[in-house]
């Protein structure tokens, strides 16, 4: 069984910044990328940023510049430091964990992000 763990999110003003984070516990291959996705109200839930176990990043265009995926696989842990927050990344965020090995997807349970002034 694999839990992701979600910390970090919470309220900020405009231009705020934030880090979330994500640690993963139990059993799954080294063969992975760990996502960060989110969801508003009322709209599907989109990717925001990738990192696989080698490092390669991807990002939407609409948080490029602004945000920044680490990952520290000793801990088991993927951040998401977000800069220049603005009011329509608020949403829910979510970790996931692509094990590429044993073809299973695991998701935490979300962290709201809310940006407002």
């Known amino acids: 069984q694999v839990q992701l763990v979600e910390s970090g999110g919470g309220s900020v003003q405009p231009g705020g910044s934030l880090r979330l984070s994500c640690t993963a516990s139990g059993t799954f291959s080294h063969i992975n990328a760990m996502n960060w996705l989110r969801q508003a109200p009322g709209k599907q839930r989109e990717l925001v940023a990738q990192i696989t176990a080698r490092g390669s990043t991807n990002y939407a265009d609409s948080v490029k510049d602004r945000f920044a995926i680490s990952r520290d696989n000793a801990k088991n842990t993927v951040y998401l430091q977000m800069n220049s927050l603005k009011p329509e990344d608020t949403a829910v965020y979510y970790c996931?964990?692509?094990?590429?090995?044993?073809?299973?997807?695991?998701w935490g349970q979300g962290t709201q992000v809310t940006v407002s002034s």
């Open positions: 996931n964990l692509q094990d590429s090995y044993y073809q299973r997807d695991y």
